[in-house]
């Protein structure tokens, strides 16, 4: 009996030893992707923040009044003034039946509960 016993100890010990070698390269190789990933998002924010700076550089408001006076007749644009704008009072907003409509046969979603105030 104690020869079978050590048999089954020694490949109990074995198979873990593999599993523990398989676990471990496994595990080096999700540390390898974490450390691309992170390194692939740390490129992608330095590029978010270049587009960023590059946004910021071209909507500058000396550069757009610049191109604004240049384009000026071919855009038929017109010079701001107080009169363009209006009033709050002036916006015409949908009625709400508009967005919900008549509200005519409502349905039930609770279903049939008892009189007394008790649940099932």
Known sequence: MRPFIYVLSFIAVLGLGFWAYREHYETREALRDVQSLQAEIADLRDALALQRAEWAYLNRP?????????????????????????????????????FFGQIDNPVSVIGDQPATGEFP
Do not use: S
């Open 62 to 98: 000396t550069r757009l009044r610049e191109l604004a006076g240049l384009n000026f007749d071919r855009l038929n644009l017109l010079p701001l003034e107080p009169t363009q704008f209006g009033d709050v009072a002036q916006v015409a907003y949908p009625a709400v039946e508009e």
